[in-house]
């Protein structure tokens, strides 16, 4: 999407500051674990994004911030999910009459908000948020079962 957007999960930070001290096969295990997770919402963000629309195309995973050439530097207990297309929020929220926004995402979404110059009217189609939002306790319940399995 056009800029950064990030969420938290409640309670994966504590969880995984425990892992973090733990280290070793337990990070790696969270970290497999927190991969797996992201290209499973992944396959379902570019799976509902509209066909024919340039989003589909647009959707990519990468571990946060952490890529250097073609090698990775870090735990990958961060990922980021983007969606290049400018487009894609217009696609995600709708336009004029047909917006639909999540209201945890009314501050993300208004930096899109039209001048109303011209009257075009999209339904909202969600496909980008939606996965994630829907399964993220679900993230986090993993997580604690793998860690617990490890105390």
């Given amino acids: 999407m056009a800029s950064k957007?990030?969420?938290?999960v409640e309670g994966l930070q504590k969880v995984?500051?425990?892992?973090e001290k733990l280290g070793g096969d337990?990070?790696?295990?969270a970290a497999a674990e927190i991969e797996e997770f992201?290209?499973?919402v992944?396959?379902?963000?570019?799976a509902k994004a509209p066909i024919g629309q340039a989003p589909k195309n647009n959707i990519a995973t990468d571990?946060?911030?952490?890529?250097?050439?073609n090698t990775f530097r870090?735990?990958?207990l961060n990922w980021e999910i983007l969606n290049s297309q400018s487009y894609a929020p217009y696609v995600e929220f709708g336009t004029g009459t047909g917006v639909d926004v999540p209201s945890e995402l009314r501050d993300y979404a208004i930096q899109f908000k039209g001048r109303g110059i011209r009257k075009v009217n999209l339904p909202a189609r969600?496909?980008?948020f939606e996965p994630f939002m829907r399964r993220r306790k679900e993230l986090v319940d993993n997580i604690k079962n793998g860690y617990r399995d490890w105390e």
Avoid: D, M, Y
């Fill in 5 to 8: 957007f990030s969420f938290e």
């Fill in 126 to 128: 969600p496909f980008f």
């Fill in 16 to 19: 995984i500051k425990r892992i």
């Fill in 26 to 29: 337990v990070e790696l295990i």
């Fill in 74 to 76: 870090g735990s990958g």
């Fill in 63 to 69: 571990v946060a911030g952490l890529r250097t050439g």
């Fill in 38 to 40: 992201v290209k499973e």
């Fill in 42 to 46: 992944n396959a379902e963000q570019v």
